[in-house]
């Protein structure tokens, strides 16, 4: 199978190539670069305001030579010394300059990083902006152009000429277009000259605006340190193999599309003293993003879905690991078009590494927040007579960059030959252990209670005779596990590590006609399950902590008869706290088995799922009963209210499925 030359809709090619601007002669170049927004041209606003952009677009084209001609005569050390205020309200100055300095350069890939960093550049300080005055910033580009928040600080018509290139999908849309891998290297030799620079002149020209205001002193913050998760502490194993992209897609699909320039471009980022690790990011992200649109495009035999439209959505490499494709297909994916989509990625493992790291909202997010530009470190340069210089970043994205580029090998290596040497593309995943996805969070929280539990039956404050005794809680077990055996597990990091991928996309195959009660979907019960859990751990690790205390007090001989009747009401509902954290930690393995995860012997997932799904508001009150049994629990600890516990604990009523039988 072959990929498709190009991967842009003929209006999106048409806007970037900037046919208008041949027609045009620019200024001599000595006059004022920045634009005066309030005096654009009616027919520019007209053309913008009713989303006219092709038109709108020739008609700015005198505008964009006159003023990128005029701003050809700035250096990058003139612009430090002399415009530093237009630019200062960017949530990084330095990093303006920085990508000043590449605009020389003829490389077509280099231009498209350059786009890549300056439209994340530019989104994330339009987010800070708007943070600054309403926290409730807008997700995306296209809404934060929309924001009435900076309207009426950047004014309309500023936002107006912005969405021309940044808008929405009949627009320019060079956010869209560049992170989400539609724009090939042959398609970025082919953009005028004038397009990139045109963009810094709309960065100064607001930045004028905004300097005749007072802007509020506090920022948003970044998301810099959500990287410290991904350091090579965290995975001393991860280094460079330096085995070759440029090698591995030799006999790939890929290496028919113009595209393949990117991945040979990537390894050349990693070379030399000092490898450009942000940059070998933002990439790979390009590469990823290829790969699988076209390999799932292919999948679900629908090859149209590879390049850009007006008329839907694009499919996106977010919207496949988060298994949201149905919108752009039209249809729901069917469990064969899956398998071969899956199959066509190689070691699933791989495709878990990118969940983790990609998807999980607890974890870095890789791909949502350097796209964004949420990942920034407010610098400024040191100005020399002659020259600047300022702190380098690259270092801090160099776990990213690496473990991305590893996935890329990994998933190149499924329709590929394995390379003639010991080490293959795939060997680093037996060494990769799930941090972030809410499924290996369960795993670490579930063994984190059993743990405790182990402790707790060896403990000589709490009867061995009594800790068993909870006839209720299996009951309650049966009732809803009927046939589950007493001695269900939680789930393994290796197990996860393999089944991930299956797992996640199982959840998506959910019958369409089932109710819309939030306990039916896998995804969302097991962030309450994790709650839960989480919940239980600081119960049994407050528990823990009191015991401790109860073994020095009986030590000592200084304990007054105040605090020795305290002590024996604590021992006194030790069994029944006990048992409860017994029941909920039995109760989170079946409910893994039976609602999560669905892997019962000689069942399919769908199938062991739908069987134990039937009352399904019952289900969402005994969650909803746990927790706040756990929280009024950790209250009365907390407060040392031992007497109100135990009657507490014996009154709550549990639910239970309405249905006899569940099977």
């Known amino acids: 199978m072959a990929y498709m030359e190009n991967f842009l809709s003929d209006n999106a090619r048409a806007l970037i190539s900037i046919p208008y601007l041949a027609c045009h002669s620019g200024k001599d170049g000595h006059g004022d670069f920045l634009i005066d927004f309030e005096t654009l041209p009616d027919a520019v606003v007209t053309f913008l305001s009713r989303c006219q952009f092709s038109e709108a677009l020739s008609e700015v084209s005198p505008l964009i030579l006159s003023s990128t001609a005029s701003f050809a005569t700035f250096t990058t050390v003139d612009l430090a010394r002399s415009q530093f205020h237009l630019f200062e309200w960017l949530s990084d100055p330095v990093e303006f300059l920085e990508l000043h300095t590449r605009l020389s350069r003829e490389n077509a890939i280099e231009k498209v990083l350059l786009l890549q960093r300056l439209t994340a550049l530019i989104e994330g300080s339009l987010s800070g902006l708007h943070w600054t005055l309403n926290p409730k910033c807008p997700n995306t580009m296209k809404d934060l152009l929309m924001s009435l928040t900076l309207e009426d600080m950047c004014g309309k018509k500023c936002l107006l000429l912005f969405r021309l290139f940044f808008g929405p999908v009949n627009s320019m849309n060079l956010r869209n277009l560049i992170w989400h891998g539609f724009i090939s290297p042959s398609v970025a030799r082919h953009c005028n000259a004038s397009l990139l620079p045109f963009i810094f002149v709309l960065i100064l020209s607001l930045g004028k605006r905004l300097a005749c205001q007072t802007l509020p002193d506090e920022r948003k913050p970044s998301r810099i340190s959500s990287l410290f998760s991904l350091s090579v502490e965290h995975f001393p194993w991860l280094c460079d193999s330096g085995q070759q992209l440029t090698k591995a897609t030799h006999s790939h699909p890929v290496s028919s599309c113009p595209s393949v320039e990117y991945f040979s471009h990537l390894d050349t980022l990693f070379d030399g003293p000092k490898p450009r690790y942000l940059d070998a990011l933002c990439l790979s992200f390009i590469c990823l993003s290829i790969i699988l649109r076209c390999e799932f495009a292919a999948a679900v035999g629908a090859p149209e879905l590879s390049q850009s439209a007006e008329h839907r959505f694009f499919l996106t490499m977010d919207s496949i690991l988060e298994f949201k494709t149905n919108t752009v297909l039209g249809r729901p994916v069917t469990q064969d078009q899956f398998s071969q989509f899956s199959a066509r990625c190689g070691d699933l493992r791989g495709l878990a590494v990118l969940l983790d790291v990609l998807c999980s909202e607890n974890g870095p997010r890789l791909k949502d927040r350097v796209s964004h530009g949420e990942f920034f470190i407010r610098r400024y340069p040191v100005i020399h007579q002659t020259a600047l210089t300022w702190e380098g970043i690259d270092d801090r994205f160099k776990c990213s960059a690496i473990l991305m580029r ?195 012997v000689g069942s399919s997932r769908i199938e062991v799922r739908q069987r134990y799904s039937i009352d399904l508001k019952s289900r969402a009150k005994l969650v909803d009963c746990l927790q706040r049994t756990g929280e009024k629990l950790t209250m009365w600890i907390g407060k040392s209210k031992w007497e109100l516990i135990l009657p507490f604990l014996e009154s709550v009523k549990y639910p239970v499925p309405h249905t006899s039988s569940l099977l």
């Open 406 to 600: 590893a996935c890329l090998l990994a998933l190149l290596s499924a329709q590929t030959a394995p390379p003639r040497v010991c080490e293959l593309p795939t060997d680093w995943l037996s060494s990769y252990q799930l941090e972030f996805h809410p499924t290996a969070q369960f795993a670490r929280n579930w063994f984190h209670l059993k743990n405790c539990l182990s402790e707790f039956c060896d403990h000589p404050e709490i009867p061995h005779s009594e800790i068993f005794d909870y006839d209720r809680f299996e009951s309650l077990t049966k009732q809803w596990f009927p046939n589950q055996t007493c001695d269900a597990k939680g789930p393994s990091l290796p197990y996860l590590m393999t089944n991930l991928w299956e797992l996640a996309g199982s959840w998506s195959f959910s019958a369409s006609d089932r109710p819309s009660v939030w306990s039916s979907k896998p995804a969302a019960l097991l962030v309450r399950l994790n709650q839960l859990l989480i919940l239980y751990t600081l119960i049994s690790d407050s528990l823990r902590d009191i015991l401790v205390k109860l073994e020095f007090a009986d030590a000592s001989e200084l304990v007054s008869s105040r605090k020795h009747a305290t002590f024996e009401r604590m021992r006194s509902t030790f069994p029944a706290i006990h048992n409860l954290l017994t029941f909920v930690h039995k109760f989170s393995a079946c409910a893994w088995h039976c609602w999560i995860d669905g892997s019962l």
